[in-house]
């Protein structure tokens, strides 16, 4: 048998009528996920109330003869119309985190023109028709064989709908060009949300210095600030100003230096804050970043560069030269860069 979903979009009011006159089943036998938590449900209206995308879902025609009418069955994605349904019915309403200006409202107290707009967003819908239930189960064995396993950053992402996941991911898509431009990370790593994991661990180093940012240092972050984050603006100012500091001193030459790898451009944005703000467990001087000074960090920076390029480094570099090639994320290698950085700096702007 052939099984080739029509796909069409439908405005959610079409799936009102739907259920208003008993045509729509949300089946529990395909049920896939858990019950949504509020911050999830949150999180889906939210993104409709933005109309931005959200995944599609599949619904099974099954034709009624006797009763001379169509069933349309929901296989997959039943929290989403569940969710949609129960926030019409108000049941809850968004978070502040998510969304300020509808904060706190049920769908009955948006604005008229609000609502319109909801009622009138279209998920995208993949139609099965005379599909048996064995067939269904295939379809997403198949589905699922072609779905990349989730690395750690897309899980946290999976997992997390506050406040600062919010923020990590403001800061992240505000720097998309600056990644990009420097070859910090390439669009596949990108799209697999590399950006926001470095995001998320120079966050745990601007609040806590150099510490522990494997899985469970970030998730842990994650949780403890989903409700609230109240550094989340400051934070956010004094992210911005490092990098524009990084652009400022670097220009258009960071790509061609081994500080636009992931490991090594961790410890130049330390040393920059550092510098700028200071790094918790250090007592750095405050540099004034003139336009003399910049020029000599560049220098500095630019030709550490080189001797950890090198194919015979100066015997004092071993060690910096062993912490950036293994172990880069180590809370003791990255204290040793941090320490040849500002060395190398140091002797250049005395």
Not at 121 to 148: H, P, Q, W
Not at 189 to 213: H, K, N, P, Q, Y
Not at 285 to 310: H, W, Y
């Amino acid at each position: 048998m052939e099984i080739q979903p029509v796909i069409s979009p439908y405005p959610i009011s079409e799936f009102l009528n739907w259920q208003a006159s008993d045509q729509l089943v949300i089946s529990p036998r395909f049920q896939r996920r858990r019950v949504w938590i509020p911050k999830a449900q949150s999180y889906l209206i939210d993104t409709i109330l933005k109309q931005m995308p959200i995944p599609p879902v599949y619904i099974r025609f099954i034709i009624e003869p006797a009763r001379h009418r169509t069933i349309r069955e929901v296989v997959d994605g039943q929290q989403r119309i569940g969710t949609i349904f129960d926030f019409i019915k108000g049941k809850f309403t968004v978070l502040r985190t998510h969304n300020p200006e509808y904060a706190g409202m049920t769908y009955s107290e948006l604005p008229e023109q609000t609502q319109i707009k909801f009622l009138s967003y279209k998920i995208s819908v993949n139609m099965l028709e005379g599909v048996s239930d064995e067939d269904v189960l295939k379809i997403f064995a198949r589905l699922n064989t072609y779905t990349v396993p989730l690395n750690k950053q897309e899980l946290r992402n999976a997992e997390s709908f506050g406040v600062f996941k919010q923020t990590v991911y403001d800061i992240a898509f505000n720097h998309l060009a600056f990644w990009r431009n420097n070859n910090i990370l390439t669009d596949h790593e990108i799209a697999r949300m590399a950006d926001a994991e470095l995001v998320s661990v120079l966050l745990l180093t601007m609040m806590d210095g150099f510490r522990d940012t494997k899985d469970k240092a970030i998730r842990k972050f994650y949780k403890d600030y989903d409700d609230e984050f109240a550094e989340a603006v400051e934070l956010s100012s004094k992210f911005e100003r490092t990098i524009d500091t990084i652009g400022e001193i670097f220009s258009n030459r960071l790509a061609q230096t081994p500080f636009r790898r992931v490991p090594l451009f961790f410890s130049l944005f330390a040393f920059i804050y550092d510098a700028l703000f200071g790094l918790q467990g250090y007592s750095s001087p405050r540099l004034t970043f003139t336009r003399q000074e910049k020029d000599s960090i560049c220098n500095a920076l630019v030709n550490l560069g080189q001797i950890i390029q090198s194919q015979e480094p100066p015997e004092h570099y071993s060690q910096l030269i062993e912490a950036t090639r293994r172990g880069t994320a180590d809370i003791g290698k990255r204290r040793l860069r941090h320490q040849y950085i500002w060395e190398s700096v140091s002797a250049s702007i005395r």
